[in-house]
């Protein structure tokens, strides 16, 4: 069983930065494929990024070109560098860990908002 502890969410004024963190125990962190999801009230919850063990990397083209993905495996973390922020993006963003065998655990999330 993975724990995933989210850190960095705030409030952010439109075309700010914020780089949200996620730390990793219990299961082996290297070999997970690690994500970031979100989900804004009265939506379902949608893929943002997802960043394999051998650090292949898949954007949500929604967020494309903005976010960046990037794990440390030395610090059992992977972190989301989202620039040019829209209100748009105001959601609550969960961390992901997918082990080998296709078990998923979630993080608490972490909210981020947005202002106009």
């Known amino acids: 069983q993975v724990q995933l502890v989210e850190s960095g969410g705030g409030l952010v004024q439109a075309g700010g930065s914020l780089r949200l963190s996620c730390a990793a125990s219990?299961?082996?962190?290297?070999?997970?494929?690690m994500g970031w999801y979100r989900q804004a009230p009265g939506t379902l919850r949608e893929m943002v990024a997802l960043i394999s063990s051998g650090g292949n990397t898949n954007i949500a083209d929604s967020v494309k070109g903005r976010f960046t993905i990037s794990r440390d495996n030395t610090k059992n973390t992977v972190y989301l560098q989202m620039d040019s922020l829209k209100p748009e993006d105001t959601a609550v963003y969960y961390c992901s860990a997918r082990d080998t065998i296709n078990h998923i655990s979630w993080g608490q999330g972490t909210q981020v908002t947005v202002s106009s």
């Open positions: 219990g299961g082996i962190f290297s070999m997970n494929t």
